[in-house]
């Protein structure tokens, strides 16, 4: 069974969409067989992975969560052997909407999944910035989720709103769901405040927090126009580093 976490926040910006890819392609580089589910209809995941969110049509999580096609018929090859992708379209904010009608509205994603789960390793969640039902539909399904916290001045606004949802979905929905863990991004060693936040996120959260940081690094935001992870632009670059640090970390923890 492969060990499914969400990377959430409700909060646009703060590095879910470069992680889900990084981490993702990180866990497959170190032969984990891995599926990366892109729930956000921006499709910044999938245009990311150099797939045409538009030429997918009809092929996407869209259809799967309105019970249209299952996963397996979605599922996607990509550059990177062990990594395989679930796309999203824009018109996935309809399933919003439409999800609202349907009987066990929050547990489309978990029933989607459990016919694929024992196909991978790792899942991996992109969801939207939003605490919607897509957003609910991805912790339902999720053992765990992961946290980013960008290294900026705001960088605990908010919080407690994504931490009342999570134990809400405990309660409710997912009894088994944990926090993988707070991971802080976007870190400028050079920045005072930066260091003052990941004092602060550190002192809120102790362990927590995962002990690899991810850095700025211009390379993370350049991979995505040229359709690849990280690793596969700059193999030598802080960001493939920190990302493979992050796998590791997590690696070592679930075995
Ligand atoms: P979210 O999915 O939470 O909205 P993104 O991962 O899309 O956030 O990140 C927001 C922007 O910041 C994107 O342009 C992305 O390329 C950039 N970015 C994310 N992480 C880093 C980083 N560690 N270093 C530099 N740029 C980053
Ligand atoms: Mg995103």
Redesign the pocket.
Known sequence: MGKIIAVA?Q??????????INLAASLAVLEKRTLLIDA?PQA?TTSGLDFDPDSNQGNTLYEILIGKKEMKDVIMDTEIKDLKIIPSHINLVGAEIELINMEDKELAMTNALSKVTDQFEYIII?CP?SLGLITVNCLTASNSVII?VQTEFFALEGLSKLLNTIKLIQTRLNPDLKIEGFLL???DSRLRLANQVVEDVRHHFGSMVFNTI?????R??EA?SHGKPVILYDAISA?TN?YLNLAKEIISKNS
């Open positions: 926040n909060k646009g910006g703060v590095g879910k969409t470069t992680t889900a956000d910044n992109d910035p980013p991004t976007m870190y991810i850095q700025r690094n211009v993370l935001s995505p960001g920190n």
